[in-house]
T-cell receptor, first 115, second 115 residues
Framework: AQSVTQLDSHVSVSEGTPVLLRCNYS??????LFWYVQHPNKGLQLLLK??????LVKGINGFEAEFKKSETSFHLTKPSAHMSDAAEYFCVVRGSGAGSYQLTFGKGTKLSVIP | DTGVSQNPRHKITKRGQNVTFRCDPISEHNRLYWYRQTLGQGPEFLTY????????KSRLLSDRFSAERPKGSFSTLEIQRTEQGDSAMYLCASSRPGASYNEQFFGPGTRLTVL
């Protein structure tokens, strides 16, 4: 079965400094991986997705993630944090076979941005 | 694009009562999903519909839970004889037809509190 582990439950950065949210995955096949963001009282929004094309994936709002098979990682980065980036971020893996429409979420990383 | 809508946004009920939630997907989306998110956790998959057919059900979906999607449009999720452990955010998502995976668009959720 596939799973994801988000290594930090809470990350705090100063506005204008880089963001790094870490995610490791476990999968017996080439996975499809995603990052979703959840702002308070709003629905989950897709930031970016990896589906075995380019290993460096660019998403919305300046975020990007790099798929590293050797490290089984899919870390999310942004060069410069903005106050509006404060939210909860989820690393997600898609199921396979009959479960290919299921998304399996990590426990989430809460990002705080300090002015 | 009006997005995925869910009603009610909040529901407080007493243990043992039945509750029903409604999800209206994006109009051209034929796939609909239900997830449950408890405090401090990522969303967990419950069930999936393609048009009116319920194609996947998680083992989390006990016999007290039932989901329907009559006519392949809106969906309802009913919980019978609610328990305190059912307290959670219930999320609905939808995706368009076509490729094996298309982005799932999430609604704002229904927060259930069982007293």
């Amino acid at each position: 079965a596939q799973s994801v582990t988000q290594l930090d439950s809470h990350v705090s950065v100063s506005e204008g400094t880089p963001v790094l949210l870490r995610c490791n995955y476990s999968s017996s096949y080439s996975p499809s991986l995603f990052w979703y963001v959840q702002h308070p009282n709003k629905g989950l929004q897709l930031l970016l997705k990896y589906t075995s094309a380019a290993t460096l994936v660019k998403g919305i709002n300046g975020f990007e993630a790099e798929f590293k098979k050797s490290e089984t990682s899919f870390h999310l980065t942004k060069p410069s944090a903005h106050m509006s980036d404060a939210a909860e971020y989820f690393c997600v893996v898609r199921g396979s076979g009959a479960g290919s429409y299921q998304l399996t979420f990590g426990k989430g990383t809460k990002l705080s941005v300090i002015p | 694009d009006t997005g995925v809508s869910q009603n009610p946004r909040h529901k407080i009920t007493k243990r043992g009562q039945n509750v029903t939630f409604r999800c209206d997907p994006i109009s051209e989306h034929n796939r609909l999903y239900w997830y449950r998110q408890t405090l401090g956790q990522g969303p967990e998959f419950l069930t999936y519909f393609q048009n009116e057919a319920q194609l996947e059900k998680s083992r989390l979906l006990s016999d007290r839970f039932s989901a329907e999607r009559p006519k392949g449009s809106f969906s309802t999720l009913e919980i019978q004889r609610t328990e305190q452990g059912d307290s959670a955010m219930y999320l609905c998502a939808s995706s368009r037809p076509g490729a094996s995976y298309n982005e799932q668009f999430f609604g704002p959720g229904t927060r259930l509190t069982v007293l």
